[in-house]
C-alpha cells in the first residue's frame, strides 16, 4: 500500500525522480512539448502547470501593489519597466571621483561620468514625463515599483528552487503569464501518439495550449 504517498513515483529513487522531473519540466517549458510515456507526462503535469501559477500570481501580486499607488494601467507599466532598467532616484548625482574613492571605487574619467550623468538625467526626465513634472508622485511611483519587482523576485527565487535555470524561469514570466493570466489553470494538453516499439508503453505528446 502506498498510505501518505502522494503522486506518482514512476518507479524511481526520489534524487533520480526530482531530477527527470526537473528535466522534463524544463523541456516542456523551453520547448513547449515533449515527448515522454503517458505515466510521465501526467505525474509531472501537475507540477508543471503549479508553477506557471506561482508565476501568474506572483506577477499580479506585483502589479496589484503597484497599481495601488498609480492607478492608470499604461503609467504603471511605464514605471515598472523603468525601474527594471536600473535602481535611481530624483535626488541622485553621480558620485565625485573623492566620494567614489571613499567607497573604494575606480575613479570616473570624463567621458565616462558625462555618459552616466546623461543616462541618469533621461530617466528622470522620463519618469517625470509621466507624471507632468510632479515630483512627489514620480517618486512614490518608484517606490512602489522597486517594492513591485520585489514581490516579483520572491516569486521568482520560489520557482527556481524547483528550475535551476534562470533563462527558463525568465521565458515563464515574460512569455506564459501574458499568455495565461486570464486562463483559469488547464495549461497543457496530452495527446497520445501510439505504443513506443519494444515495451509496447503508450507515448504522448505534452505540449502547453495556444
Avoid at 515527448?35 to 507540477?47: I, Q
Avoid at 565616462?112 to 513634472?133: I, V
Avoid at 533563462?167 to 489553470?185: D, H, I, N, Y
Wanted: proline share 3%; glycine share 6%.
Amino acid at each position: 500500500m502506498r498510505h501518505r504517498i502522494a503522486g506518482n513515483r514512476i518507479n524511481m529513487a526520489e534524487p533520480r525522480r526530482r531530477a527527470a522531473f526537473r528535466s522534463m519540466i524544463e523541456g516542456l517549458y523551453l520547448h513547449e512539448h515533449i515527448t515522454t510515456t503517458e505515466a510521465r507526462a501526467k505525474a509531472v503535469r501537475g507540477e508543471a502547470e503549479e508553477l506557471i501559477t506561482k508565476a501568474i500570481r506572483g506577477h499580479k501580486a506585483s502589479m496589484a501593489h503597484l497599481r495601488g499607488v498609480v492607478e492608470d494601467e499604461y503609467r504603471a507599466e511605464q514605471v515598472l519597466a523603468l525601474a527594471r532598467r536600473g535602481r535611481f532616484t530624483l535626488d541622485e548625482k553621480v558620485a565625485t571621483n573623492e566620494e567614489r574613492d571613499a567607497q573604494g571605487k575606480y575613479p570616473l574619467r570624463p567621458e565616462a561620468r558625462r555618459l552616466l550623468e546623461d543616462k541618469l538625467a533621461a530617466r528622470k526626465k522620463e519618469l517625470l514625463g509621466l507624471f507632468a513634472n510632479n515630483q512627489e508622485e514620480a517618486a512614490a511611483a518608484l517606490m512602489a515599483a522597486r517594492e513591485a519587482l520585489a514581490i516579483e523576485l520572491h516569486a521568482r527565487r520560489t520557482i527556481l528552487k524547483h528550475l535551476p535555470r534562470p533563462l527558463t524561469v525568465a521565458k515563464m514570466f515574460e512569455q506564459f503569464v501574458p499568455r495565461f493570466s486570464e486562463r483559469p489553470g488547464g495549461y497543457t494538453r496530452i495527446t497520445k501518439i501510439g505504443r513506443r516499439q519494444g515495451d509496447a508503453s503508450e507515448m504522448v505528446r505534452l505540449e502547453l495550449v495556444e
